[in-house]
């Protein structure tokens, strides 16, 4: 057996302080005793928030899950409108020319139920895209729009009707008679 050191200072100041050793030893076993029971009270503690901490843990791996679900959806909705906006844009530019062309209202509603029947149907254009694009300019701006050009050179565009059925339209510049001209039209639809 070894024999350890006293430290007599200690020792000294223990003494003073209870009296005596047994009180001494008394006092340390019953802060032993109150260290021990804070330690099992600890380590309790300590199993119950590592318990909530995997608990936690799995309600997070969940929410990231959920969450990067909604990111994918949201990815498809954001591909989507991608894919689809410009034709969306088309559409609405569309829907503004014919609100600020002078058509009559029975003309515009009748397109208004023409774009209706065509948004609920699997439409598939019997026509080829030039010749629809050529109907509808014609039907939206053509009938209100009209062109002329004059022997002098001169072309220009009106929206009224001319003054006099019979004698028609005449050249702004030098007064002769017009013919009528199509050259808007045209380069509207790309002719």
């Known amino acids: 057996m070894t024999k350890s050191k006293i430290n007599t200072v200690k ?11 047994d009180k001494a030893n008394e006092a340390l076993e019953s802060n032993e005793q109150r260290l021990t029971s804070t330690v099992q009270a600890l380590e309790v503690d300590f199993e119950v928030k590592k318990e909530a ?3 936690h843990q799995e309600e997070l791996n969940k929410l990231m899950e959920e969450v990067a679900l909604q990111n994918d959806k949201l990815n498809q909705i954001l591909d989507y409108i991608d894919r689809y906006g410009i034709q969306y844009l088309t559409f609405e530019s ?13 003309v515009f509603e009748e397109l208004y139920k023409e774009f209706f029947v ?54 702004p510049d030098c ?17």
């Open 53 to 55: 901490k995997a608990k």
């Open 118 to 171: 065509l948004s609920k149907i699997d439409w598939k254009p019997y026509y080829k895209a030039d010749q629809l694009k050529r109907a509808f300019i014609s039907k939206a701006i053509g009938q209100h729009v009209n062109c002329y050009q004059c022997i002098c050179g001169i072309k220009f565009i009106t929206n009224k009707a001319p003054e006099s059925k019979v004698r028609g339209f005449h050249c």
């Open 11 to 21: 020792l000294q100041k223990a003494l003073q302080k209870f009296d005596s050793l």
């Open 175 to 191: 007064g002769f008679s017009v013919i009528a001209n199509d050259s808007l039209l045209e380069a509207m639809l790309g002719i």
């Open 94 to 106: 569309i829907i503004t020319c014919l609100k600020a062309s002078p058509l009559k209202n029975d």
